[in-house]
């Protein structure tokens, strides 16, 4: 390719927050829950990359001609991966479309077509844009797709905040995760928070390290969860739990193959023995510590290479760990688990309980 802008980019994130920031100078965008996705194409030449850096070319074919006959010659655009059914937007086809087999791709993308929603331009022709008020990346954005194609579209954008309170309420229906907010004078910064995202439940992207048999048998009890921290260590947040049965059986075969040599050079490596580790301290409680509100709890565990990323909902922390036990949502096979860190969640503002306390 030659381009002025080269794979692979990390594509620039947001932060959580509860409400929806109403500053001036803000553009408001519905957040499409799909696969996140940087189009590069040269011509003939087309390339996926994904928010971990690893392309999706291979398996979304259909997206490729769709590129090939929407977008210019010479461009590089971000946007998402999403698969409508109905009504609505389908994740769970999304992650079918994951396949190692050629003819299985080839068939989901007859069966599930991915249609790609583009929201911002970092590159056209010999020109990288990147460095540009984002302003004026969205203006130029829509003169390139203008109204699109059945399969490419640009992404619904608006400087009205009641608009984009009546899309976070409203657009809920149709799939949609939230809102996404950017300030008008935003240069894109890859692989930085620089957005802001308000959707309508609190999540996380964790890191699955290991997991506790279940109290009835040789079935999974909960996954063990964790982040990394600013000095690139994988601490240890909680678990997520609360499966059927038949899925607990289901996740020990899934697990299985990240279960080899898993303690070497585990992060976790230091607390695989409880008994000889005790209960740790403060916010860097180990997983396989005593329970503090029940001593008799099993809490040994297994531990597993962390490689996988599960997305989980959870309502609220603790100091760094989760107050109580996360939800799981889905399997997220499109993030790196180097990208689960603390910045992601939404941190509450301080307020002083005395003010609380003098009503």
């Not at 608009?163 to 309420?169: D, G, I, Q």
């Not at 990240?258 to 303690?263: G, S, T």
């Amino acid at each position: 390719m030659d381009l002025p802008v080269l794979p692979p980019v990390k594509p620039m994130l947001a932060k959580a927050t509860t409400t929806l920031p109403t500053a001036e100078g803000l553009y408001y965008e519905p957040k499409w829950d799909g696969f996140r996705c940087i189009v590069f194409r040269d011509g003939d030449e087309v390339e996926l990359g994904s928010r971990n850096e690893r392309p999706l070319t291979r398996y979304f074919p259909e997206v490729v001609e769709a590129v090939k006959a929407a977008l210019p010659e010479r461009c590089v655009i971000d946007g998402e991966i999403v698969i409508p059914q109905g009504d609505r937007l389908h994740f769970e086809s999304l992650l079918q479309r994951i396949h190692p087999a050629k003819s299985r791709v080839d068939l989901l993308a007859e069966q599930t077509p991915a249609t790609f929603v583009a929201f911002d331009l970092l590159a056209l022709g010999d020109e990288s844009l990147m460095e540009l008020p984002f302003a004026q990346r969205q203006a130029r954005l829509r003169e390139v797709i203008g109204a699109g194609t059945e399969s490419v579209h640009a992404t619904a954008i608006t400087r009205d905040a009641a608009t984009a309170r009546r899309w976070f309420e409203e657009f809920e229906g149709a799939g949609l995760d939230g809102v996404v907010a950017k300030p008008a004078d935003l240069p894109y910064g890859p692989d930085q928070r620089l957005m802001t995202k308000v959707k309508h439940t609190r999540t996380a992207d964790c890191v699955v390290a290991g997991f506790r048999w279940h109290k009835s048998g040789p079935v999974v009890g909960s996954l063990l969860l964790g982040l990394y921290d600013d000095e690139g260590d994988l601490q240890f947040i909680g678990v997520a739990a609360s499966f059927p049965m038949k899925r607990r059986a289901e996740l020990v075969e899934e697990l299985a193959p990240y279960r080899a040599d898993a303690l070497d050079g585990h992060p976790w490596q230091d607390w695989a023995n409880a008994e000889t580790n005790g209960n740790g301290n403060g916010e860097h409680r180990m997983p396989g510590a005593q329970s503090r509100w029940n001593a008799k709890k099993d809490l040994s565990w297994v531990p597993l290479r962390p490689e996988r990323v599960v997305e989980i909902k959870y309502d609220q922390l603790e100091g760094r760990r989760l107050r109580h036990t996360g939800q799981f949502l889905r399997w997220r096979p499109d993030r790196d688990p180097r990208s689960c860190t603390y910045d992601q969640l939404d941190v509450p503002v301080h307020y002083d309980l005395a003010e609380v306390f003098a009503g």
